[in-house]
């Protein structure tokens, strides 16, 4: 049932990446529990913004659990208390009259805070670059049914490959580690036989630039798992941690 | 050989160290709980296997030579990790909350590894390094626990030993990528009962020796 | 003006000719060149790379923080290929067939025949960069018939086809970036196109975390900024999906086409409250088994379960007993409007229809539908927190894609020498309306396999001195872009962005929706024209221009909805026929369809701009059938 409710928020407030930085008081009234999340605040910084304040940034884009844009830490969690829902997809309904919700960015030394609830995570892009594809060229492909992939790798595959690259994992990882991301690519490409020439040159790359990039390192806690709003798991961890091994022990990777 | 250092100071290596570490000490464990269950066969007993250990001198030395190489590795990579993982998030968070990944042993694992570090130190000094021309092995702990600020420091420590097993045990199999669906409930019950062993295992001997008195 | 560059000879053999008498550019020439490509969804993200791949010098720009996220992203049906893989019937020449019939004959023939070629090498190219697609358990790729058609040719990947397809693509933008061959500038939005002697020589781009504005000069410039659906406020499109870069471009001279044709979605999630930020997009497969109905009686209140089965209008199986609930996405959608404008939708705003699986879980049990639905069933469980294994799903239509876009060639070069549209962002092989599965293949087909050619032969044959971005013409777009900027901050009125976009999507919605009428269309625009001067006299946009102000983002692209919008009405109104997703109320059958008139309106419109206070000149270009014949679309 629609019903509406009152709400404090405790937002995070930050002009720029220098800035310090602090917490501010907003109040969210009459909000609809049929609102997702962001569309509450969207209903915040209209009224902002006609009190002649500035709205909080945040960022969104396809508001439907894909894009990954959106995220903020919301009383603790990562988008929020649902499991595997993004901050866009969390509704309002999950929350009670009078509730009062911290609201901060992703925090990780590798993630700098642009303003308020946004963060610069460039990073994941940049591990990306280090080898989390496939080197083929446009053109001269091979047809497509030419290598027969079993149902259930390519289900794995499939699987690890549903990251939307959000950042939640480093975000509710305690050591801010990126992990999970990284695995995740690691293990969609090498599942696949298109991805195995370059398996063991990938898992050495990917894995020394999360070390550059300031993200921590894995001590198994997973909270990236049990906040992941597409539920990647955690094998994929040990799969890349199996995969490196390969390429630092018995591959001609240097 | 530039490989193997960059291997291992990666972050999945510093991993791979602490879990073939870790994973020995677990070894080691289970030896010293075996060897210290001669002492419910009484004085003799007990001390026969203390001299019998002695007799294998060199391949002790040996032993304790790569435990205490092991422990340096383990105690050296935990605090690099620990210092590492805490700034990998200089801002931290206003609220914590989990979501239900962590447990107890895994949210502890530094400190608690602190603590064992001291206890192994003072372990050592209270029944490794003392002059036993006088007494046997056996009487010294007799006496020890005749204290019963020694029987509880033991029982704590061992409680806390567990804890960390508990998370470490299980983790060291992920770390080391033996990680499969069909098998992983069992290593994660298998740490639990490694932990409940090692608990209940040490942790009884300082009972019994102060009931035996 | 408009010259389609089509080349000569049958219709199969065209595209083969085409490429060989395109010129080539020498491969030690290609680092020379410098190609600015807006956009990094899957048109592109897929020219980038394979630009880059090619030895061309690559900017790329994208406003979202990372190029991954573009709306691509959100496609989540499949992708078509005339691959024959089930050994169905299928061919390139349906699938050409198909889809210029989807699009009521208002596309042109060689280009779509192209597309039904070229889809082929897309799944062969996405398989190669890892695109984990469905899989039979014999190892082979899977297949289902999506959007009505008789075959099964459209691949997936789960319900989360375009977000595979988009990393594969950024995958391989991603090595071209490792590499150093793209340059990709992330949150940044262009303003301007810049024109140096007639021809499209850069852009002006806005830093979105700095606020600063930017030059950057290039030998040609690829726009692939995906559709304009917002518009319509609300629409099944991303927050920042805009109609800014393609409209500049129009106002610099480019033509713009069809802009009056809009896809409108039949099964989305209803609209709830005003607050409503999005519309979310159900996949068109749960007409496969859901069952289309709305109560017989107008204001009928009851709860869906309490209304007996003689009581219950299943008014598509009604109405086109052959086709029943998968009648193509326009039909589907006019028929639900209808129904609600006769007082029988359901639901707390009487604007929705059920869409119910009560049947299909009675016939197959409830494990079979929900193998093949689970996920959009909790999808939609978790937006409207209804169980639609025991409540029916309510649904609703939506804005969902636009046909109409900057008018291209057969090489994809707009009437701008220099300026290549691709995706969403062009007209489009899509003619009047957009068959399921057919806009992944658009967008990959333009950029891994046409743009890398011709581009080349326009670089190739083309003079282009050495240009600075600091040149006069790349100030004077950045000052005009810069002195709009600082005008909407310095109104500082009485009404925020959103309140103006939310009016002027309603307007649209009303006017210039599923359904139109001469004086609605009319209507609406003088409603637009004074929306627009009240806007420029009392929007707030609140904050500085000199770092990250989303509501100044936003209001840029308001600013260019508002006027955007109003094209959109005169192409409706000049269009006397009703086509695809153009449906005006005066064109239509006996029977309520769509009545085209293929004697005078077989063309494509496009439009000129000519000064912001003269109506847009209108060129058309003729559409010449010679493969296909018309035929009156029918699903009884
Ligand atoms: C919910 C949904 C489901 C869909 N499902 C299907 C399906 O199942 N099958 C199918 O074939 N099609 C589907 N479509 C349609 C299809 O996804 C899109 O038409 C297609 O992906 C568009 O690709 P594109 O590359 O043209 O644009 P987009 O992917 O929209 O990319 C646009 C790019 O341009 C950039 N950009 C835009 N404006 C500017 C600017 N001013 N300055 C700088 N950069 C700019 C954006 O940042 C982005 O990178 C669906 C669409 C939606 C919305
Ligand atoms: C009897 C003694 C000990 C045993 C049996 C033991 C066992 C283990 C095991 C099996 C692990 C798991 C490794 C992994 O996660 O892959 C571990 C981790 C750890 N140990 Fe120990 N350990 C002991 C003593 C210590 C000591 C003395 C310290 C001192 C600092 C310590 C600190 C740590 C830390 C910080 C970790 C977590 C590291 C990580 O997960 O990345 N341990 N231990
Ligand atoms: S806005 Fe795209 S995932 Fe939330």
């Keep these: ?254 | 050989m530039n490989w193997l250092v960059k291997t291992l100071g990666s972050s999945i290596g510093k991993k791979l160290l602490m879990a073939l570490t870790g994973l020995s000490f677990c070894g080691f464990l289970a030896g010293h709980l075996a060897g210290n269950l001669f002492i419910y066969g009484g004085r003799d007993a007990f001390n026969a296997y203390a001299e019998h250990l002695q007799s294998l001198r060199p391949l002790l030395t040996l032993a304790e030579a790569g435990l205490v190489l092991f422990a340096l590795i383990h105690v050296m990579t935990g605090l690099l990790l620990f210092y590492q993982n805490w700034t990998a998030r200089p801002d931290r968070y206003a609220v914590n909350k989990t979501a239900g990944g962590r447990t107890i042993g895994s949210a502890t694992m530094p400190y608690t590894g602190v603590i064992l570090l001291l206890f192994i130190i003072f372990h050592l000094f209270h029944f490794t390094f003392v002059d036993k021309t006088n007494q046997t092995i056996f009487d010294i702990v007799l006496i020890s626990f005749q204290n019963p600020l020694y029987v509880t420091l033991y029982i704590v420590v061992m409680l806390i030993a567990a804890i960390h097993v508990s998370h470490g045990f299980w983790s060291a199999f992920q770390t080391v990528g033996l990680n499969h669906p069909k098998y992983m409930p069992l290593i994660q019950g298998l740490s639990l009962a490694f932990s409940i062993v090692v608990a209940a295992g040490f942790g009884f001997i300082p009972v019994y020796m102060s009931l035996m008195a | 003006m408009l010259e389609s560059r089509t080349p000569g000879g049958p219709l199969a053999d065209k595209w083969d000719r085409h490429q060989f008498e395109l010129k080539l550019v020498n491969p030690a020439n290609k680092r020379k060149f410098e190609i600015i490509v807006v956009g990094s969804g899957l048109g592109g993200g897929a020219a980038a790379a394979s630009l880059a791949e090619l030895g061309y010098n690559v900017k790329c720009f994208c406003i979202q923080d990372s190029p991954r996220r573009a709306h691509s992203i959100a496609a989540q049906g499949g992708i078509n290929a005339a691959k024959n893989y089930q050994n169905d019937g299928d061919s390139i020449w349906r699938l050409f067939y198909d889809t210029i019939k989807g699009g009521d004959f208002r596309a042109r023939e060689s280009n779509v025949y192209r597309l039904a070629q070229l889809s082929v090498n897309i799944i062969d190219q996405c398989v190669a960069q890892g695109v984990p697609f469905a899989r039979e358990y014999g190892g082979l790729l899977a297949n289902r018939s999506f959007g009505g058609a008789q075959v099964s040719r459209t691949f997936y990947a789960r319900g989360q086809t375009g977000q595979q397809l988009l990393l594969g693509a950024y995958s391989a933008l991603s090595r071209q970036i490792a590499i150093g061959k793209v340059t990709m500038f992330p949150r940044r939005e262009m303003l301007d196109l810049v024109m140096v002697n007639g021809q499209a020589r850069g852009i002006v781009a806005r830093n979105l975390i700095t606020g600063e504005m930017e030059n950057h000069a290039a030998d040609a410039v690829v726009l692939a900024t995906g559709g304009y659906g917002n518009v319509f406020f609300l629409s099944t499109n991303a927050m920042s999906s805009n109609v800014t870069a393609t409209y500049r471009a129009y106002k610099k001279g480019a033509l713009f086409g069809n802009p009056c044709f809009t896809q409108i979605h039949p099964t989305c999630i209803p609209v709830h409250g005003s607050y409503q930020s999005k519309l979310t997009l159900m996949s068109e497969s749960l007409r496969n088994d859901g069952r289309v109905w709305v109560p017989k009686t107008p204001g009928d209140t009851r709860a869906p379960d309490q209304i007996p089965e003689s009581e219950r209008d299943y008014y598509l199986e009604n109405k086109y007993p052959s086709f029943g609930n998968l009648v193509p996405r326009d039909v589907a959608s006019r028929n639900a409007k209808e129904q609600c404008d006769l007082g029988k939708g359901v639901g707390e705003t009487g604007l929705a229809v059920y869409l119910d699986f009560r049947d299909a879980i009675k016939r197959d049990g409830k494990d079979v539908i929900g193998q093949k639905y689970g996920n959009l069933f909790q999808m939609y469980e978790k937006i409207t927190a209804q169980n639609p294994y025991e409540i029916p799903m309510m649904i609703y239509p939506a804005v969902h894609y636009t046909m109409g876009g900057l008018w291209v060639d057969y090489n994809l070069m707009s009437n701008i020498p220099g300026l290549f549209v691709l995706g969403e962002a062009n007209f489009s092989d899509h003619g009047a309306n957009r068959l399921g599965a057919s806009a992944l293949m658009q967008g990959l087909a333009d950029g891994y396999f046409i743009i890398p050619y011709t581009i080349g032969g326009y670089l190739a044959g083309t003079s282009l001195p050495k240009i600075s971005s600091s040149a006069p013409e790349f100030q004077a777009a950045r000052k005009e872009a810069g002195s709009r900027i600082h005008k909407m901050m310095a109104i500082n009125g009485n009404r925020t962005v959103d309140d103006f976009h939310k009016q002027l999507g309603k307007i649209m919605w009303d006017y210039c929706g599923m359904s139109r009428n001469d004086e609605g269309l009319s209507k609406a625009r003088i409603m637009i024209q004074e929306l627009r001067s009240e806007f420029w006299k009392n929007v707030r946009v609140p904050g500085t221009d000199g770092d990250l102000n989303q509501s100044l983002e936003r209001a840029g692209r308001v600013a260019d909805f508002l006027e955007f919008s109003e094209l959109m009405i005169i192409d409706a109104l000049t269009r006397r026929e009703s086509c695809g997703g153009h449906f005006n109320e005066a064109f239509q059958t006996d029977e309520n369809e769509a009545r085209r008139d293929d004697e005078n309106f077989c063309h494509v419109s496009t439009w000129e701009y000519a000064g912001d206070a003269q109506e847009p000149v209108f060129h058309k270009e003729p559409l010449e059938f010679e493969n296909v014949h018309l035929t009156q679309r029918s699903y009884k």
């Design chain 1, 1 to 254: 049932m629609t019903k509406t409710i009152n709400i404090t928020l405790k937002i995070w407030r930050q002009k720029t990446a220098q800035d310090k930085g602090g917490f501010e008081t907003c109040h969210a009234s009459g909000i609809s529990t049929d609102m997702s999340f962001l569309e509450m605040l969207d209903v915040v910084n209209e009224q902002l913004t006609l009190d002649g304040k500035e709205p909080v940034s945040f960022d969104s884009d396809c508001r439907e659990g894909i894009c990954g844009q959106c995220g903020a830490v919301v009383n603790g969690r990562p988008h929020g208390p649902e499991k595997a829902t993004t901050l866009c997809q969390l509704h309002m309904r999950h929350f009670k009259d009078g509730d009062v919700l911290a609201i901060e960015p992703f925090r990780a030394k590798a993630f700098k805070v642009v303003r308020d609830l946004i963060v610069d995570r460039s990073p994941l892009d940049k591990l990306i670059q280090a080898g989390g594809y496939v080197s083929t060229n446009t053109g001269g492909a091979p047809d497509a049914n030419s290598v027969p992939i079993p149902k259930d790798i390519a289900d794995k595959a499939m699987d690890a490959a549903a990251c939307i690259g959000c950042g939640a994992c480093v975000a509710a990882c305690p050591n801010a580690a990126a992990m999970l991301f990284v695995s995740a690519k690691i293990s969609h490409l090498a599942l696949l036989p298109q991805g195995k020439p370059e398996a063991a040159k990938r898992a050495m790359s990917m894995v020394c630039t999360m070390d550059e990039l300031g993200f921590g390192n894995c001590t198994n806690e997973r909270e990236c798992e049990a906040e992941c709003p597409k539920e990647i798991s955690i094998v994929n961890i040990a799969r890349m941690n199996r995969e490196f091994f390969k390429s630092a022990f018995f591959s001609a990777v240097m």
